[in-house]
């Protein structure tokens, strides 16, 4: 096959356009303005979105990424603009999210003079990386790039950073792309041994109380479908972690609900009470086991991962199975046999009952004159059919709609999980809006949170992205305001230094800057208190929820211990 000779920064762009790449999240500079030359002329296959800032870059490319399962990508340049993508690498990271993050550097033969603008690309991102790895020479491009997509969305998911010199960018090479199928030292789906689906199917028949533990990795290896098969023909309730909700529909009768420290009573508790933890796709957060000293010590645990690091690193197992998660049900499926727990499954209505009198119905239909958070969550995934992809930012936003909202399909949920990053949600629910355009998005937000990437509005206004933002404006950071409260008993100015009434949306508001003046989108306030919008227009709108409840989040899993 003939080649061609182009610059190196053609071959970029090519070589993207190869892999299939229809979105590049990003920011111009000196250093990679040679890449954004070139990708002008292919604006008609390859769509630049100039984000505010290249953090709100590499979060929408997250949100991209996690509804449509295709790898995000991120452009921008040196110095300060590759040390401002470290936290969405780290999320990325945390959270398995497949990106590739491109970034410019000085000419090669600056590397290492303190030339301007350059930074340490690769020793920085190494950490937070799955492969990091620097181009000198044009002809390492379409190399480099083709191993790229390859190790971030095989295997478990993750960021991958390519740190190219401006003089690769310029230079000539002959281009011949070829996509990359092996690379000797990563084997990312190991085969499946025998033994362990046989052990993993004796202790499945034989259990008397089992439970399903769904995490995202059922999402990511597209093993729904699965999942629901083992858990109906053997009779097994499942409860999913936060950022595996979604995998299983809300509805189904068997879900059980969410795990961990906001999760639902009856998880918690009965992952206490059950002879048989079956986690599939999760890692054992600490946000979901608490102390692992009075975590499920009476249950055996089957444990299915794609990522071999993840076995007895926090909880042991006794039967470890490593493989693609569909790959495993599949296997595992056909060993199982079919089996009714109903007395198992009644017990959980105990806990539901309790949990729905004292916490869900005061939450959902509180009577006060404003609105819960929950009772918003609840009305708006309502308003929208419980059909549309949440996207929330991080704090107590995050937990109450992660409760409260409904799904019927998978990859509804957006959030930064491991990470727990506030400003995620806004720079994600571009992503997740232009990966899937066809569903509704609706975002979740704190003021606090909203405020610390806001300037994606700008985003939104410039490309006119249908998001929905319902901010849940209670005037402080409600995860903080608990940890600090004896810092306030011992100092009333407490409260503005330390966690918000000073930088709060009201304090912006008694300065005159209103939102509901913006021509940026549709905006509307509570008033009066439970009017929502009857429906979702194609336009983007901002909802302005107060909420003066000012208590902390409940937190079922207290009810586990006590």
């Not at 190991?190 to 995490?215: C, H, T, V, W």
Request: proline share 6%.
């Amino acid at each position: 096959m003939a080649t061609e000779k182009i610059s190196g920064a053609e071959a970029l762009i090519k070589s993207l356009i190869a892999e299939k790449t229809e979105y590049i999240f990003g920011y111009p500079g000196g250093a990679i303005m040679p890449v954004f030359d070139v990708l002008y002329d292919y604006r008609d296959k390859l769509k630049h979105i100039l984000v505010r800032h290249e953090q709100g870059a590499t979060h929408a490319a997250q949100g991209y990424a996690r509804v449509s399962g295709k790898t995000g990508v991120v452009m921008v340049t040196s110095g300060p603009a590759a040390t401002n993508i470290i936290t969405g690498l780290s999320d990325a990271m945390m959270d398995s999210t497949p990106l590739i993050v491109i970034t410019g550097q000085v000419a090669s033969p600056l590397l290492g003079s303190d030339a301007f603008q350059e930074t340490d690309v690769v020793g920085i991102t190494q950490p937070v990386t799955k492969w990091s790895y620097q181009i000198r020479h044009s002809e390492e491009i379409a190399w480099a790039v083709a191993r790229a997509f390859y190790i971030a969305g095989n295997g478990r998911p993750g960021p991958v950073v390519l740190d190219i010199a401006k003089d690769a960018q310029t230079g000539m090479t002959e281009f011949d792309y070829k996509p990359c199928q092996f690379i000797r030292s990563y084997n990312p789906y190991p085969d499946i041994q025998p033994g362990e689906i046989e052990e993993a199917a004796r202790l499945i028949n034989q259990s008397r109380k089992p439970f399903i533990l769904a995490g995202q990795g059922v999402i990511i290896s597209h093993a729904e479908k699965e999942l629901s098969e083992l858990a109906e023909k053997a009779d097994i309730p499942v409860g999913c972690t936060l950022l595996g909700l979604s995998a299983i529909p809300t509805g189904h009768p068997l879900y059980k609900g969410m795990l961990g420290m906001h999760g639902s009573i009856a998880a918690n508790i009965k992952t206490n009470e059950c002879d048989l933890l079956i986690a599939i796709g999760m890692r054992f957060d600490d946000r979901v086991t608490g102390d692992l000293k009075q975590y499920a010590r009476q249950a055996k645990v089957i444990h299915i991962d794609i990522d071999p690091s993840e076995f007895n690193k926090n909880v042991k197992c006794d039967v470890s199975v490593l493989g693609d998660a569909r790959a495993v049900l599949q296997k595992l499926n056909e060993k199982i046999a079919p089996a009714e727990h109903s007395e198992w499954i009644e017990s959980f209505s105990v806990c539901e009952k309790v949990e729905k009198e004292k916490v869900i119905e005061p939450e959902i239909h509180p009577r006060k004159p404003l609105m819960n958070m929950g009772e918003v969550a609840r009305k708006v995934s309502e308003a929208t059919g419980n059909d549309s992809i949440l996207v929330t930012d991080v704090g107590q936003n995050q937990m109450l709609s992660a409760r409260y909202y409904r799904f019927k399909r998978s990859r509804s949920i957006v959030t930064s999980g491991g990470l727990g990053t506030m400003g995620f949600g806004l720079p994600a629910a571009i992503g997740a809006k232009i990966g899937n355009p066809d569903r509704t998005v609706c975002f979740f937000t704190g003021d606090g949170g909203l405020q610390m990437t806001i300037e994606e509005l700008g985003t939104i206004m410039q490309y006119d992205i249908d998001v929905k933002i319902i901010i849940l404006n209670n005037n402080f950071l409600g995860m903080v305001k608990p940890v600090l409260r004896p810092s306030l008993l011992r100092n009333p100015n407490a409260e503005s230094r330390f966690y918000g009434r000073g930088s709060s949306l009201r304090h912006s508001q008694r300065k005159g800057r209103h939102p509901r003046r913006t021509r940026l989108c549709h905006t509307t306030y509570a008033r009066p208190p439970r009017s929502l919008p009857a429906r979702c227009t194609n336009r983007p709108g901002l909802h302005g929820i107060p909420d003066d409840s000012r208590r902390e989040l409940c937190n079922p899993y207290h009810a586990q211990r006590h």
